[in-house]
């Protein structure tokens, strides 16, 4: 992910608002405790998916991939007080530590944390979802979309992070498959008469899709 300019990146985040304390303790537990902490939101994207969510207020979010809870909580910030958000993990040894932060926040009580195979879960929700965030593994990227395309409310959005995986989709030289199914996942959904794209390069790029009306 390091092919935004450092400077530029501390400036941003400078000039954001500021995380909460238990934003921040979760930050530094998931550096200090967990493998891969690079696939915490942090600061800059998790104020983005929290004044998104804010934005439109949903009543439900579905998140796929859970990690240690850093973006589920930041997406639970705009629910409205009847709202809830649903975010399936695979990961049972992240459990105790990811639900650990959740009890410890007063958006607990509207997070539906769920170990489960997204794949399986996500047909047996039947409620219309508001928005979506997706960032989990990347090849499924295209079966997720095509899975949760058609619950989505028209005008509700569906996030997914880590499109432009640390610049590498640009690269003719990366043949790898992760690569490719994102260069293709990217494309499917420019291709994809359902929805309204932009493709944000905000930390690792994330692709904002609005479900047409």
Known sequence: MEFIDPAIDAYSRA??????????????ETHAQILQ????SGHLQGRFL???????QPKLILEIGTYTGYSALCLAEGLVPTGKIITLDVNEELERFTRSFFDQSPLGPQIDYRIVDAKEEIP????????????????????YFDLVVDKVRKGGLIIVDNVLWSGKVVEESAKDKSTQALRDFNQKCLDDVRVENLLLPLRDGLLILKKKD
């Open 124 to 143: 047996l929700i039947q409620e219309e979802i508001d928005l979506v965030f997706i960032d989990a593994d990347k090849r499924n990227y295209a079966l």
């Open 50 to 56: 929290a004044l998104i969510s804010s934005l439109i």
């Open 15 to 28: 000039f954001t608002e500021p995380e909460s304390d238990l934003l921040k303790r979760l930050d530094r």
């Open 37 to 40: 902490p690079r696939m915490l």
